[in-house]
């Protein structure tokens, strides 16, 4: 309850900062559709479809907050997680209904958020592992993914489609790289504790459904050629991966103390089962973003690129800090993250304007 109230406190203020930088920050003047090969990267088609839609999200979160404070006047018969995924749902009918752009990345925001917050409150006091709710998040950026690959069917829907994906993209690449890390496998360890969350019928039925989804979509669209069969496999591969680490026992990524196996992870010992995780994860999203990036080339989309050019380059910055920051002296770590950067930032960019560049002249012929 308090957390709601803090977020819908903080909202507005935010919103009207970023309604202000995006006139601000934008690089290029607002174009008609029919003169950009782009067009659907702009949040803002004119000024006047900005301020109809700030108004109309302005809307979306008033009714929320007054839902809210009726259902505390009558009692709370309804918790805030219920406001909450009702607020998310107007918010998503209108943006179908209007074609607004706003309501819908509110809309996903709220019902990630959502989810995150009724599964929390499903496993208290059952001592469910906490995978569970990680998966179910993961699943949900898979989902997003999938579903803005489904609205390519249709120019119209093209604007949809892109922060479908956005926000798939986000949310399944800041998991992966957040098990990848020293933080996220101590994490890991810890949320494979508890008893499985077959015993909480309402997540696994959640989960069951989110995979249903996950997969018909996918086969829908791998079926119509919105994706190809390189991207469907690798919809499914993720998917494997976090049905597993759902159904995991416990794992035991670190030796107790006193044993004298090391790793490179700052002192801390990795076990066995540790090693191989750590290897997985860091593979998984070393060629999850290499993915990213050659699927932007396929489909001529160069803001694929750029999101996979710089989410690659920061992950390769972070790696060597994680594995090199107590192995080398301060002078030569800094040294070496200059280099690498450097070198690193060179090749990225040179690949990044090649590709950008065959990409400019396939659609010019």
Partial sequence: MIFFSILSSL???IIIIGFFLSFVWRRKKIVHPATDNEWYLQIILSKEDAVSQFFLLLSILFLGVT?????????????????????SV???????YLKTLYSLIFGLIAITAW????????????????????????????????LGHLHEREMKWKRFS????????????????????????SFFEEMTKGVSFFSSWQITLSLFILLVFILGVSLYIVT????????????????FLFGVIALLPQQSIFFQAGDF????????????SGVLWAIIFNLVIFFELLGLIFSGYLRRETWLINLGAILLSLLIIVKYADWFFTFLG?????????????????????????????????TQT
């Avoid at 107007?90 to 179908?96: D, K, N, Q, R, V």
Wanted: no cysteine.
């Fill in 11 to 13: 909202f507005l203020p």
């Fill in 67 to 87: 839902l809210l404070a009726f259902n505390k006047d009558l009692g709370d018969p309804f918790s805030w997680q219920t406001i909450l995924f009702i607020t």
């Fill in 90 to 96: 107007l918010s998503l009918i209108s943006t179908y």
């Fill in 115 to 146: 989810w995150v917050a009724q599964a929390t409150e499903w496993t208290q006091d059952k001592d469910i592992t906490l995978s569970a709710i990680f998966v179910g998040s993961a699943f949900v950026g898979l989902l997003f993914y999938s």
């Fill in 162 to 185: 892109f922060v479908y994906l956005f926000f798939g993209i986000i949310l399944i690449t800041s998991a992966l790289f957040f098990l990848s890390s020293r933080t996220g496998l």
């Fill in 224 to 239: 119509k050629k919105l994706v190809s069969s390189f991207e469907f496999l690798a919809i499914l591969s993720l998917t």
């Fill in 261 to 272: 196996y090391n790793s490179y992870f700052g002192g801390k010992q990795l076990s066995g």
């Fill in 330 to 362: 301060k002078s030569i770590f800094f040294i070496g993250a200059g280099i690498l950067l450097f070198v690193v930032g060179w090749f990225m960019e040179k690949g990044r304007r090649v590709m950008i560049s065959n990409i400019k002249e396939q």
